[in-house]
């Protein structure tokens, strides 16, 4: 089992307290200065509302009924004092409150990327792009809320609460006791209410996450959607998908609300109960009337924040359920990781060496059987063969993105596993089919590999590439920016700026896969002779379909279901008249014939 799904299984039967012990472990504790300044101003708020009820005693008592007009002025100013302080401290709590979310969010948001991007490559194979974006916004502000809502609940509402029941009992401790007694029948819905709305939350978050990968994928592919007519499709898809995460938020909200009616009904009877009882010691003369309404003004203004707080178990498990999501990535552990005692790769020569190589990608599945493969010092190796064979999972293993499941891989002699991985891969340049440029400055692209690279190397490497020329000819030259994922430059301009940061990078070992394949005939001259270039002294593992590429390549291996099948030259694997000598004539044959259906459609247009 993936370490992966063992921590999720392990996670979803974290209790509630060990989650919020975590929780405030790992993000509370650092905020515990703010968070006590906080408390002080809850604590004000809530001394400011029991104030607020005891002032009705002597505007009832003194005022109404013994109309003594000296206290009016001194009463009236005191209630606009206890709204100041309260109205300042509220201020103070909201701030300090924002200030402590808001860096959790932040905190989160940073280990979640800091874990990413040391995070095996098999698990972004496994995970969705869009559910791992969920991860960083919607279950990071849904824990940014259980952090400084609850805190504030638990602080400013559970104070309050305390504050007037505690003044109530004061005044009338038989009629306090009546009044509330009802409530405690309200803790049976309240936890359940509680598991329910962390199942569905936990639902939601993962329907917003498919929503964000079809959201990426439609305007990724617009193109392609609107070529092969799709647009219907894919608005369903979407339209489907937020349908589904709106019935769970119905469903969401109607957990939550059936505490309302609850609450109301019992709220309801406890001042019913006051106004009769209570009422009828006012009419007996055994409580003057300023008692009494100060009483039932506790009651009243008690009611909102016991109200909430019957809430907070509901809010807190939708937050504890994105805490479930947040902490499976935080607790995935890599597999590719550095040996004990790791040492730092030296690099004298660069040949690469596979000894009896097995590779799985699950526990079923061979990718690679027992390879023996060779590139010496500066030498140029194929891998060619039908899509499938194993071609790409050789490069792979390389820089290890993924580890051999038996044998070993050499470089210079050094097992790649007994050497640090970012000694290995500062060795090792890759140029792919599908080349990853940043919404950044062609500048910055290509010293993406060295980021301490002088301009003049840059300018040195792009002209080598031959993109020098077509930079020139842009806005902002080197300053340009290429958009989201290079989409402002076309895609040999595009594979020219990465050969360019290849080449600032100057790594001793270069994996080239299918590095020219999608491009047109014109665009292939350029990025070919700029590869020819980047070639030169380096130990290069290459992979093509046009075999017309690779026949100047020292070896060819050629791969079937992967094992390697033959090896050899290119004038000796035609000679031997196998797999690769049927696969080269097939391909030059069709080759010919596209020569030939192009240069018959040019005489077509001559003689018209």
Do not use: C
Not at 24 to 42: C, E, G, N, T, W
Request: proline fraction near 2%; glycine fraction near 6%.
């Amino acid at each position: 089992m993936s370490s992966k799904k063992s921590n999720k299984m392990a996670l979803g039967e974290a209790s509630t307290r060990f989650l919020i012990k975590r929780l405030f472990r790992d993000y509370v504790s650092s905020q515990i200065v703010k968070i006590a300044l906080a408390l002080i101003a809850m604590a004000l708020v809530a001394g400011s509302t029991v104030m607020l009820a005891k002032q009705m005693e002597p505007i009832i008592n003194d005022i109404f009924l013994n109309r003594n007009d000296e206290l009016l002025l001194p009463i009236a100013m005191g209630v606009v004092g206890i709204f100041l302080v309260k109205g300042l401290a509220t201020y103070a709590q909201s701030m300090l409150m924002q200030h402590v979310g808001l860096e959790i969010i932040a905190t989160i948001q940073t280990q979640l990327f800091t874990k990413l991007m040391r995070t095996d490559l098999a698990y972004f194979h496994e995970e969705s792009s869009g559910n791992l974006v969920s991860r960083f916004t919607n279950d990071a502000n849904m824990l940014k809320g259980v952090v400084s809502n609850t805190l504030t609940s638990i602080g400013k509402d559970s104070l309050t609460a305390i504050g007037l029941i505690g003044m109530m009992f004061y005044q009338d401790w038989f009629l306090a006791t009546i009044a509330f007694a009802a409530f405690p029948t309200a803790i049976l819905p309240i936890a359940k209410t509680g598991r329910r709305i962390r199942k569905v939350s936990t639902n939601t978050q993962e329907s917003l996450g498919l929503l964000t990968t079809r959201l990426d994928e439609a305007f990724q592919g617009i193109r392609h959607v609107k070529a092969y007519n799709m647009e219907d499709h894919e608005t369903k898809r979407v339209s489907d998908t937020v349908y589904k995460v709106l019935h769970l938020n119905l469903k969401s909200a109607r957990t939550s609300s059936i505490l309302s009616p609850i609450m109301e009904t019992l709220g309801g009877i406890a001042i019913a109960i006051v106004i009769v009882y209570g009422g009828n010691e006012v009419i007996q003369g055994t409580k003057d009337p300023g008692s009494f309404f100060a009483f039932i003004t506790a009651l009243l203004l008690a009611y909102e924040p016991i109200k909430k707080l019957s809430k907070l178990n509901a809010s807190m498990q939708a937050g504890l359920a994105a805490a479930h999501r947040v902490y499976s990535v935080l607790d995935s552990e890599p597999t590719i990781t550095d040996a004990h005692n790791a040492k730092t790769l030296k690099v004298t020569r660069g040949e690469v060496r596979f000894e009896q190589v097995n590779f799985n990608y699950d526990d079923e599945t061979p990718a690679l059987e027992k390879i023996d493969l060779t590139a010496k010092a500066s030498q140029t190796i194929a891998l060619v063969g039908a899509s499938g064979a194993g071609k790409t999972s050789i490069l792979n293993l390389i820089p290890r993105f993924y580890d051999v499941t038996d044998g070993r891989i050499t470089l210079d002699g050094q097992d790649i596993r007994e050497v640090t991985l970012s000694s290995l891969r500062q060795s090792i340049s890759l140029v792919s089919q599908e080349i990853q440029l940043f919404d950044d400055t062609i500048l910055a692209n290509i010293a993406y590999g060295k980021p301490d690279a002088s301009e003049e190397e840059i300018i040195t490497a792009a002209q080598n590439a031959h993109a020098h020329e077509f930079i020139q000819t842009l806005p902002d030259g080197y300053n340009t920016l290429v958009g989201p994922r290079g989409s402002r430059l076309s895609g040999g301009q595009r594979q020219r700026v990465a050969i360019a940061r290849a080449m600032v990078k100057d790594a001793p070992v270069l994996l080239l896969d299918e590095a020219t394949s999608a491009l047109d005939t014109e665009s292939e001259r350029h990025v070919q002779t700029a590869l020819n270039t980047l070639m030169k002294g380096r130990t290069t593992l290459v992979i093509a379909h046009r075999l017309s590429t690779v026949i100047d390549a020292d070896v060819i291996y050629v791969m079937d279901r992967g094992r390697i099948i033959e090896q050899g030259s290119h004038p000796e694997l035609v000679e031997k008249g196998g797999t690769y000598a049927k696969l080269y004539a097939l391909q030059f044959a069709e080759e010919a014939q596209a020569v030939n259906i192009d240069m018959s459609g040019s005489e077509v247009s001559v003689t018209n």
